[in-house]
């Protein structure tokens, strides 16, 4: 599996939710074949099972119950790919998010061993917020992304659970000194205090802040995490995590505010745009 072939944050994204036992959401931007059959390799190259038959096509019709059925003889250490997630009925994401809930659940092993991907050019589709509370992060893949600068990583394996379980401890081990901690509940605080948002932050969003720094740290093959690292874990974790206000709740609409002019000034912003602007105005720890 070559870097021309496959790129790098595609690569991460994955094992840093492998590491986490955590699906990864990931976002696509361009033709879906291109990204299916880039996440295919990985999840080839990183599972010890896997065949074509671990590729669910989701749609609308699909019940939670198909799901189990198409999975339920899989063995526990696989790698499954759900092609448009976002098809799936409100209700059926909400039952996968409940059987990510519960440690002990039937399918729990094999879908945090998943990749779910949705298409976001598709606006009438969309994530339940109930299923992105169990997601650590979502990876956004585009014909414009640079795929060389977030992570360099070390020779890909069969991953097992021997392995996997050395880079969690070596993820627990990571070390972060109090001002760096600081630091991440500044980002955390800053948006839930932004104007834009509505309800702050998933309550996960700390935990899976940390989680993925940790994460980065081990396939960095770096002890301790610095400031690039907290930001780069930033943008592959709170984006997903953030809720965003309609224009109609702008808040300087109390005071006699244009409506017009609310709804033009939220159309310019994203959840991208607001972290990264964020990431720019907080002081970064010396």
């Known amino acids: 599996m070559s870097e021309k072939e496959?790129?790098?944050?595609?690569?991460?994204?994955?094992?840093?939710?492998?590491?986490?036992?955590q699906p990864v959401l990931i976002s696509q931007l361009y033709d879906f074949y291109d990204t299916e059959t880039q996440i295919c390799q990985v999840l080839e190259t990183l599972t010890q099972n896997w065949t074509e038959n671990n590729v669910l096509n989701c749609k609308s019709v699909l019940t939670f119950q198909d799901i189990k059925n198409i999975i339920k003889d899989k063995p526990p250490f696989t790698g499954l790919l759900f092609k448009n997630i976002d098809k799936l009925s409100h209700s059926v994401q909400c039952e996968l998010a409940e059987e990510l809930m519960h440690p002990h659940g039937e399918l729990n092993a094999l879908l945090k061993t998943s990749?779910?991907?949705?298409?976001?050019e598709c606006p009438d589709n969309t994530i339940d917020p109930s299923l992105t509370r169990h997601i650590v992060?979502?990876?956004?893949?585009?014909?414009?992304?640079?795929y060389t600068t977030l992570v360099e990583l070390p020779s890909i394996t069969v991953l097992n659970d021997t392995l996997l379980n050395q880079m969690r401890d070596a993820a627990k081990k990571i070390y972060i000194v109090p001002e760096l901690l600081g630091y991440m509940q500044d980002i955390i605080i800053f948006i839930r205090n932004n104007r834009f948002s509505r309800v702050g932050l998933n309550p996960n969003a700390s935990l899976f802040l940390d989680q993925v720094t940790r994460s980065l740290c081990v396939l960095r093959g770096s002890k301790f995490a610095t400031p690039m690292m907290i930001k780069d874990a930033a943008r592959l974790v709170l984006p997903l995590q953030m809720r965003l206000s309609h224009y109609s709740e702008e808040p300087?609409?109390?005071?006699?505010?244009?409506?017009?002019?609310?709804?033009?000034?939220?159309?310019?912003?994203?959840?991208?745009?607001?972290?990264?602007?964020?990431?720019?105005?907080?002081p970064v720890p010396r």
Not at 6 to 21: G, H, K, M, T
Not at 137 to 146: A, C, H, N, W, Y
């Open 6 to 21: 496959v790129p790098q944050e595609l690569v991460a994204a994955i094992l840093v939710s492998f590491i986490n036992s």
């Open 115 to 120: 990749v779910l991907v949705f298409s976001s």
């Open 137 to 146: 992060l979502q990876e956004t893949i585009g014909p414009s992304e640079d």
């Open 252 to 282: 300087s609409l109390m005071y006699g505010g244009d409506m017009s002019v609310a709804r033009v000034l939220r159309n310019e912003v994203n959840e991208v745009i607001i972290l990264e602007t964020l990431l720019k105005e907080i």
